[in-house]
T-cell receptor, first 112, second 116 residues
Framework: DAGVIQSPRHEVTEMGQEVTLRCKPI?????LFWYRQTMMRGLELLIY????????DSGMPEDRFSAKMPNASFSTLKIQPSEPRDSAVYFC??????????FGQGTRLTVV | AQKVTQAQTEISVVEKEDVTLDCVYE???????LFWYKQPPSGELVFLIR??????QNEISGRYSWNFQKSTSSFNFTITASQVVDSAVYFC?????????????FGQGTRLTINP
């Protein structure tokens, strides 16, 4: 398996624009997580899904953030409108049952 | 509430030295899982180890070893005979079974630099 695949690897966008981050989890994994990493706050869990259903979105910072998982092999994290303080590295991770979580390589988002 | 503390923000040692990264956790759950992840300069998060709260046996994997002590709520990580390739940020993390063992709470990380 190729592991968790995220795209794009880097994204630079202007404030106010919509940004969509994409994730393909490891095949067979039933949990998918979105994390955000910043210098100030470290690694924070934004939302996670189980069998494509959002279970806990309490970490989503504001209504500008939304996440979907239309099927077992694809998830998106959308920010609309984006703001400079959204600049961070966004990680997607997946796990099967109680195994460890495997992380993608991350998307480095810069909002100017 | 669950919390992980990595008090050492940065550590710098010379190659071949042994180095220990500290991790202290807080949880009210009796069943929980502890993890270490490595984040090399390339940025990805690499899983190193998982330990459940019922298994206090120490673990050794090559130059890496982990010391889990429930009495002090610590899960420390030691690299023996460090190498330059060990330079990375290392994260300790915790998940609680009463939350479905799904939420990984990370410490702030320790940046380890191994100098040649």
């Amino acid at each position: 398996d190729a592991g968790v695949i995220q795209s794009p690897r880097h994204e630079v966008t202007e404030m106010g624009q919509e940004v969509t981050l994409r994730c393909k989890p490891i095949s067979g994994h039933d949990y998918l997580f979105w994390y955000r990493q910043t210098m100030m706050r470290g690694l924070e869990l934004l939302i996670y899904f189980n069998n494509n259903v959002p279970i806990d979105d309490s970490g989503m910072p504001e209504d500008r953030f939304s996440a979907k998982m239309p099927n077992a092999s694809f998830s998106t994290l959308k920010i609309q409108p984006s703001e400079p303080r959204d600049s961070a590295v966004y990680f997607c991770a997946s796990r099967g049952g109680l195994t460890e979580a495997f992380f993608g390589q991350g998307t480095r988002l810069t909002v100017v | 509430a669950q919390k992980v503390t990595q008090a050492q923000t940065e550590i710098s040692v010379v190659e071949k030295e042994d180095v220990t990264l500290d991790c202290v956790y807080e949880t009210r759950d009796t069943t929980y899982y502890l993890f270490w992840y490595k984040q090399p300069p390339s940025g990805e998060l690499v899983f190193l180890i998982r330990r459940n709260s019922f298994d206090e046996q120490n673990e050794i994997s090559g130059r890496y070893s982990w010391n889990f002590q429930k009495s002090t709520s610590s899960f420390n990580f030691t690299i023996t005979a460090s190498q330059v390739v060990d330079s990375a940020v290392y994260f300790c993390a915790l998940s609680e079974a009463n939350q479905g063992a799904q939420k990984l709470v990370f410490g702030q990380g320790t940046r380890l630099t191994i100098n040649p």
